[in-house]
C-alpha cells in the first residue's frame, strides 16, 4: 500500500498554512509503517497542476488518493479522481476533509471510491489496515462507498476529544521560508479542541465532530507544544478561549515551565469583555494576537448572523486588547443586504477604534448550516469554484454585483497601505500607536 496525500490550491490572498489535517493523515500512516507522500498544490507553480499532480500519481505508481476537501475545490478533486481513474482504474481515491463531513453526498461520484466523514482517526486506521478488502469495509464507522453500483454509508464514530496521533511536520519545516500569514511571518498551527458550542449561522465548523464541542487534556497540547521546532505557533480552534479556567491554567503552564513562544488564537469579543482581568496574564504567557470574528460594525447584521453581540461589546474588545498590547485582528462578514452606507459605517469602525490587522470575507451560505436553509432560495450560483468567500453566490439587495464587489475590494485598498507600512517601519505589533508609522 502506498498512498498521495494531496492538498488542493485554493485561493487565498491572506497566507500560506502549514497542511495540518494531511499532516495527521502523515502522522498516522507513519505510525503504521504505511508508505506515503505529501503533494501541496501550494508548493507548486499553479499553472498545470492538474496534469503534474496526475503524472505523479502515475509515475509514482500510488495505490491510493487521498485529498482533504473545503467547499471551493470540489469540482476540482473530482475532475482529478475521473482523470486518474481513465489512466489507471485499479488506483482508489479517498476525500475526506470538511465538505466530506457535512456533506458526503456532494461527493458520491463515480471516481471516487471512498468518502472519509468519521470523527477523528480510529476508522481511517482501520480502513488503511484493511486496505483493497472491501469485505472489512462493511464494519468499518463513520465511511461511504460504492457496491454493487449503490452508495452504502456508515454512521459515524462518537465525538473525539484527542488525535490518535502527532501531526507529521515534514512539509512545515521543509517549505518554512514560504510559510506565512500576511504582515505576521510564519506559524505553525496547532488544534486544542474541537467544534464550538456557539450557534453562529454561517459557521460550518461549529457543526464538526457532530456539534460537540470537546478538548485536549493540556498536559498533551503542552507537550505538543514543546515538539514544535519553531517560535510562533497559531490555535486554530474555533475558539482558544471558550473555557476561561482552562486558559488561566495554560498561561500558568507556559509561564512556570518557562516556553518562550508567541501564540496566536481565534477568540470572541465577549470572552475580552466578560474577562479583562485575564489579558495581563495571556499577554505574559506569549498569546499576543487574537482573531476576533467582529463580522459587521451594525448590529441588526450582527443579529442577523446570531452573534449574540453588539458592535459596542466589539468596540468595547478592541480597546481592552489595544490597551493590554494584545493585536486584535478584526475579522468581518461582508452581507449581500449592505448598502453604500454600512460599507462607509464600516470604514468608519476601523478608523475609530485604531483597529490595523482586518481581513474581509463575502457572507456565503455553505450546505449543512443554518444559513443556507435560510438563504437557499436567494442563490443565484453554487459551483465549487465560488465557495471561497470571495466571491458572491447571491444577488446583493442594495446595489449591483459589480459595485458590490468593487466595494468590498477596496476595503483592502482603504486598509492594507497602512498595514503595510506599519510592518515594514515594523510598529505592527504596537497596538496603541496610531497614524501610519
Sequence with gaps: MKILLVRPYYFSKLGNLEPLSLEYLGGLLKSLKIPYAYHDEYQNPIFNRKQRL??????????WVGFSANASGTDYILSVCSAIKRLNPSIKTIIGGVVAELNPKELMKDPVDVIYYDNGLSSLKTLCLHNQD?????????????ENGQWVTHKKSPPINDFLVRPDRDPFYKYLDRNFIIFKGSHALMKTSFSCPHDCSFCCCRILNDGVYTERSLDD?????????????????????????????????????????RFACYSRADFVTSHPDLLPLMYEAGIRDLSIGLESADDETLDDYHKH??????????????ENGITCTGLFVISPKATRASFRKLIRFIRKNNLLYVAFAVFTAYKGTEAY????????RYDSKVLDNYHLTMKPEAMSSFEFMLRMWSLYALTYPRILVRYLFKTADQPLRRGWI
Design 134 to 146: 472491501q469485505q472489512a469495509w462493511a464494519t468499518i464507522p463513520g465511511i461511504s462507498y460504492q
Design 221 to 261: 497540547v503542552i507537550d505538543e507544544i514543546k515538539s514544535i521546532d519553531h517560535k510562533r505557533i497559531w490555535f486554530i480552534d474555533d475558539s482558544f478561549t471558550l473555557n476561561a479556567q482552562r486558559v488561566i491554567d495554560f498561561c500558568h503552564r507556559i509561564i512556570d515551565e518557562k516556553i518562550d513562544k
Design 373 to 380: 436553509e435560510e438563504y437557499k432560495d436567494k442563490i443565484i
Design 54 to 63: 496526475i503524472k505523479r500519481v502515475i509515475k509514482e505508481e500510488f495505490d
Design 309 to 322: 453581540i453588539s458592535s459596542t461589546d466589539n468596540e468595547t474588545a478592541i480597546r481592552l486588547l489595544n
